[in-house]
């Protein structure tokens, strides 16, 4: 099982950008999906997170700018960010909780991160 993160890069504060999120391999059903950041120094927080129903949670941070939606045909996550500001750089980390066969239980898997940057 892999998770390929991707739309991460450079935007001037203020802007906006998409981030995807796709799972391949052996999946079976993919329970929760999320996105968490990690800035220089400082530890991986989580950013927002959404149920195979369509539920989701924000950071505080995050809410009424980030808008974390999900694809369960294409087994996508993402995450469209507006109004950016400079305290919004981080690599960006995607996550899934996955199970490969009906008899195994979800486990939790991590995308391998995608850079944003705002500046000006």
């Known amino acids: 099982v892999q998770l390929q993160a991707s739309g991460g890069g450079l935007v001037q504060p203020g802007g906006s950008l998409r981030l995807s999120c796709a799972a391949s391999g052996s999946i079976f059903s993919i329970n929760a999906m999320g996105w968490y950041r990690q800035a220089p120094g400082k530890q991986r927080e989580l950013v927002a997170t959404?149920?195979?129903?369509?539920?989701?949670t924000y950071a505080d941070s995050a809410k009424g700018r980030f808008t974390i939606s999900r694809e369960n045909a294409k087994r996508t996550v993402y995450l469209q960010m507006s109004n950016l500001n400079p305290e919004d750089t981080a690599v960006y980390f995607c996550?899934?909780?996955?199970?490969?066969?009906?008899?195994?239980?979800?486990?939790?898997?991590w995308g391998s991160g995608t850079q944003v940057t705002v500046s000006s």
């Open positions: 996550n899934a909780e996955i199970r490969e066969a009906s008899w195994r239980p979800h486990m939790n898997y």
């Open positions: 959404i149920t195979s129903g369509g539920s989701t």
